[in-house]
């Protein structure tokens, strides 16, 4: 099993999708951190819809998928790059239950942001109903926000994750009753095809009687893009009088990842750099 994106157009029809299939990503992202089952199954989702939904925007930058919640589970991120690199993290407080979503997270909330490489970052925030699922609440989303139909299926298990996605296309020419068609065909798909069967021969099941052009698979993987340089943006947004009350109690300020466990050490050397307009350059030690 490999990591696959791969985009689809119906030639008569004014609907696109995509379908993904997560394997090396996904278990690089359970690496990093000793998740709750639950949790597993969330990342997962997330990994693959945060994927599709990258899939369907033309622009360079990152799209960022969070979800806040006052429950057990606190915070969920997953983001995707233009470049099809995906990364993750979680927080939570005790046992995490089996329980629904809504449940999890207590009052929460789920946002999406796109921050480009050039120009403003766009954020849209999106309330959710008890017994909600993640794909409910994303076609909710992109309803709402970006006023497209879509419908998605989302599954994941033990290490893999996978995901499909059709989409309506705003001003489309072709079949008028195609976007129904396409749903219903797409509706027929279960958690263990979409997870376990070749992407191309998911596709031949699903819509063998369409028209469908299928186009080069693109590869997703796991990249963080934390560096030393964000980290020291970071401890700049905290202020110095509250960095320097660290450096006063510590001696030095060490800084983890969340994402990939990477480890950032400054020494007061470092932060005076950093104050001063400087930045930290490669002066302080860095622990690997």
Known sequence: MTDTLERFLFDDAPVRGEIVQLDATFKEVLARQDYPPVLRTLIGELLAAATLLSATLKFDGTLIMQLHGTGAVKLIVVECTSETTLRATARWEGEVPDVSLAELLGRGRFAITLEPTDGETYQ???????GQSVAEIIEHYMERSEQLETRLWLSSRGERAAGLLVQKMPAGLGDPDAWERVQKLS????????LDLPVRETLYRLFHQEQVRVFDPVAPRFACTCSRERVGSMLKMVGQHEVDQVLAEKGEIDVTCEFCGKPYHFDPVDVAQLFSGHGTGSAGPQVH
């Open 187 to 194: 509706e027929t798909i279960t958690a263990d095809e979409l």
């Open 124 to 130: 849209g925030i999106v309330g959710f109903e008890p």
